[in-house]
């Protein structure tokens, strides 16, 4: 990141920034592949209408993807009054990991919450 950052020219940063996405996005993409996979899958398994699929599949995308268009909009809001110590990275670590125990408790002891009504 320092690298990139401090690049000499503009191609070089806009290089370095495509390397860094791409490598994020394989990353991440063993993370979020499984959930609109199984999603759709389920859909799939109710024999639901090609309608009534797609709508689903559009409330997915409010549901998951309009919040990550927010926290992206309030990051690049915020990222020149928020100076990232290492304090705020550690408090944004346990957050995000008392978020994910949170879900994996709710999977393995309540996993009828998560059920289709």
Known sequence: M??????A???AALGGIAALAFVVNLVELGCTLGLPAIYTR????RGLA???RLAYIALYNVAYVVPLLIVVAVFIGLKRRIVMTAGVA????????LLLAAFGLLFVLA?????AR
Do not use: D, N, Y
């Not at 408090?91 to 990991?97: F, H, I, P, Q």
């Open 42 to 45: 389920i859909l799939k398994l």
């Open 50 to 52: 090609v309608a009534p």
């Open 9 to 11: 020219t503009t191609p």
């Open 90 to 97: 550690r408090a944004l670590k346990g957050v995000s990991g």
């Open 111 to 115: 996993p009828e919450l998560m059920a």
């Open 2 to 7: 320092r690298a990139i950052s401090g690049a």
